[in-house]
């Protein structure tokens, strides 16, 4: 039995969520598809048995008044005021089995000499390696900007295009500078999947698309079948180069090149009473670890309890081992563990041409009515996955 709607989005992560609740918001009927047990995708936020309702961030981290179009959208479900400001921390580095400042790996007069070239380079082009290299200088980048710019992205960052890793946004100046949620990030995807007008499923895993006369067809691995006009992909490269239908295979074969980086991350609670020897801090920046990084909950403190988010390299350590790191970095016993949660993500690894990669998948999508959007086109931020999905709105239904 075939089930119509007009518009379909697989995946529910902020990129499919965001470009479903653009559409119910022009009143088209929508219908998400999520083989998960959730909403969300990397915006998650955990809790865990036993902690009460204590949750630290395992993917997504803050959001910023930079966000344009989050800070729309959450304006359309009135939720600015629950925004929930983040205390001011600074990082640390783990360097040398130890904790550091930021300022022990600064080279001070290299940097004099080569910060004029940051304004006046081009960063088109360039890996994130050639331009930041030259621009904060070559120690500079090896032995503090390299690092940090990897636990940016959690994953390695050279070859990453230097203009998708930070690119500016206009800043809206009567919105707290960066903000959470009283529940964590994972609000967010839960509120627009929440209203009423939008349908989301869960648990539904897209196995084939076939594009018909007036529109596309969805199956499921359950065998259920659903019918569209119009049809979103949010889901990961590798993910959406199998689902493309027949006659896509020049967009299949472009996607299909795009890279994806595993990431071993581990979110862990720890009472506070057993973490009093280590300050409140925002996180740690590996350097030259089996981690990237460490991302505190200590922005939003908590009377009981503090969490800590570790972005692990892929097979670095194995899981015995990887406790034995958490245990070193936060000086504590394995049995002061109050909670842990182990999930595996995975984050486009873009590399130097893919803003070129991306009008040539954009060329190959005019005039068809389906969208491919994610956190593979203009960077890896809630931001820039929102962009994405309001393009391409744009495209399917104000084109």
């Known amino acids: 039995m075939h089930q119509d709607f007009e518009h379909i989005v697989i995946g529910a992560g902020i990129s499919g969520l965001g470009m479903a609740h653009r559409s119910v918001k022009r009143g088209v009927s929508t219908l998400v598809l999520e083989g998960a047990d959730r909403v969300g995708g ?10 009460g309702d204590f949750w630290t961030e395992a993917g997504s981290h803050t959001c910023f008044n930079s966000y344009g179009h989050l800070l729309d959208t959450l304006t359309d479900l009135e939720l600015l005021e629950r925004l929930t400001a983040k205390g001011k921390l600074r990082y640390q580095l783990w360097r040398g089995n130890g904790h550091r400042s930021i300022f022990s790996s600064l080279h001070p007069w290299e940097l004099i000499r080569s910060l004029p070239r940051l304004f006046t380079g081009t960063r088109a082009g360039k890996g994130v390696a050639e331009f930041f290299g030259a621009e904060l200088g070559r120690r500079n980048y090896r032995d503090l900007f390299g690092p940090a710019f990897r636990a940016v992205v959690c994953q390695e960052v050279d070859d990453f295009p230097a203009d998708l890793l930070f690119r500016r946004k206009p800043r809206r100046k009567e919105v707290m500078r960066s903000f959470t949620f009283p529940g964590g990030l994972a609000d967010i995807p839960q509120a627009i999947a929440r209203q009423e007008a939008l349908e989301v499923r869960i648990g539904r895993q897209a196995s084939k698309i076939v594009r018909e006369d007036d529109g596309y067809q969805v199956l499921t691995a359950a065998g259920e079948v659903f019918r569209s006009c119009y049809l979103t992909l949010a889901v990961p490269p590798d993910a959406a180069a199998v689902l ?140 820039d996955c929102l962009t994405r999905s309001h393009q391409e709105y744009e495209r399917l239904f104000l084109g």
């Open 42 to 51: 990397c915006m998650n936020s955990r809790t865990f048995p036993g902690c």
């Open 244 to 383: 493309l239908p027949k006659g896509m295979e020049e967009l299949r074969n472009l996607i299909g090149g795009i890279g994806v980086a595993a990431i071993e991350t581990l979110v862990v609670c720890i009472p506070a009473a057993a973490l009093e020897h280590l300050p409140p801090l925002a996180g740690l920046i590996a350097v030259d670890d089996a981690f990237y990084s460490v991302v505190s909950r200590d922005y939003l403190p908590d009377q009981h309890y503090r969490g800590f988010t570790f972005h692990f390299r892929p097979r670095a350590l194995d899981a015995d081992a990887q406790m034995e790191r958490i245990c070193q970095v936060l000086g504590i016993a394995p049995e002061r563990i109050a909670g842990l949660s182990r999930i595996s993500n995975q984050l486009p690894a873009l590399r130097t041409g893919h803003s070129d990669l991306v009008q040539k998948m954009d060329a190959l999508l005019a005039g068809s009515r389906l969208a491919v959007t994610g956190n593979w086109f203009f960077g890896v931020s809630i931001e």
